[in-house]
Nanobody
Framework: QVQLVESGGGLVQPGGSLRLSCAAS????????MKWYRQTPGKERELVAR????????NYADSVKGRFTISRDNAKNTVYLQMNSLKPEDTAVYYCHARIWLTDYWGQGTQVTVSS
């Protein structure tokens, strides 16, 4: 079955960096766009970044442009989110997402907290 497992979250000071990873299994990873979302309590899940199947085209939310980079390694079935110059407002649970045959799949999420 489809599994998405995020890792790499944690506590970081403002201005710091983290790299999130999402290990995928149960489907042909290289055939699907992958996305990172984030969510804070009381708010809707927000699309952060998206990457196409080969990794050549990426899109970002305006709030993270120039600071975050999404990438993928199809040989390792893994998608990454490099987060630099982190701000307190980046604090959220970050989720990996794939839409396969019109069904949405999510990981369990990884907490990112940006605080001094």
């Amino acid at each position: 079955q489809v599994q998405l497992v995020e890792s790499g979250g944690g506590l970081v000071q403002p201005g710091g960096s983290l790299r999130l990873s999402c290990a995928a299994s149960g489907f042909t990873f290289s055939s699907y766009f992958m996305k990172w979302y984030r969510q804070t309590p009381g708010k809707e899940r927000e699309l952060v970044a998206r990457i196409d199947t080969a990794g050549g085209n990426t899109n970002y939310a305006d709030s993270v442009k120039g600071r975050f980079t999404i990438s993928r390694d199809n040989a390792k079935n893994t998608v990454y989110l490099q987060m630099n110059s982190l701000k307190p407002e980046d604090t959220a649970v970050y989720y990996c997402h794939a839409r396969i045959w019109l069904t949405d799949y999510w990981g369990q999420g990884t907490q990112v907290t940006v605080s001094s």
